[in-house]
């Protein structure tokens, strides 16, 4: 899932700064950079969650008697 979510919300914020930095006006601008910063907190967590998945992964390799 993150894997997806991953590049859905790298575009998804970029979307929103580009949609903020526009002739808006400053209570629409705030809701912009509002969702953009969501967007790219969410990005973060999804990174995480794949390095995450990624070192257990290659934990469990190695246990098992695999090379990493």
């Given at each position: 899932m993150s894997r997806i979510a991953l590049p859905f919300f790298v575009i998804a914020c970029a979307a929103c700064a580009v949609a903020a930095a526009?002739?808006?006006?400053?209570?629409?601008?705030?809701?912009?950079?509002?969702?953009?910063?969501?967007?790219?907190?969410?990005?973060?967590?999804?990174?995480i969650d794949l390095r995450v998945i990624a070192r257990r992964m290659r934990e469990e390799r190695t246990r098992s008697g695999r090379p990493g």
């Open positions: 526009g002739d808006v006006a400053d209570s629409v601008r705030t809701l912009w950079l509002i969702a953009a910063v969501v967007c790219a907190l969410t990005a973060v967590i999804a990174w």
